[in-house]
């Protein structure tokens, strides 16, 4: 289930606020996320991008103590290499649903 890690939109939303199930966020560090914001995307060459997401700032918790976790309060920077591909094409029954979205 989501952590709420947003607001509603409306002040004062009545129940439910949104279309799926959330959980509130906890001061326990087990089940408090670490945040990472976008940062840059670049393409290291044509085969490959590079996404870079950099932590927003230092969670002000202990780390988690559950036995065989490793902190991740040390990484300050995530980077993901992507390989650039060009879309599938899409499956023939993909295909014809898409033009005929009601089949009778």
């Known amino acids: 289930m989501p952590i709420e890690t947003f607001r509603p939109w409306i002040k004062n939303a009545k129940w439910p606020m949104f279309m799926f ?3 509130p966020a906890k001061n326990d560090p087990c089940e408090t996320p670490h945040w990472f914001f976008f940062e840059s995307i670049e393409s290291e060459n044509k085969d ?7 932590r927003a700032e230092k969670r002000r918790l202990s780390p988690c103590s559950l036995g065989g976790n490793h902190s991740a309060d040390r990484i ?4 993901v290499f992507s390989p650039a591909k060009t879309r599938l094409k899409p499956y023939k029954s993909e295909r014809e649903n898409s033009k005929n979205p009601n089949p009778k």
């Open 21 to 23: 199930n959330t959980r």
């Open 48 to 54: 490959v991008y590079v996404t870079t997401y950099t």
């Open 76 to 79: 300050n920077r995530v980077q």
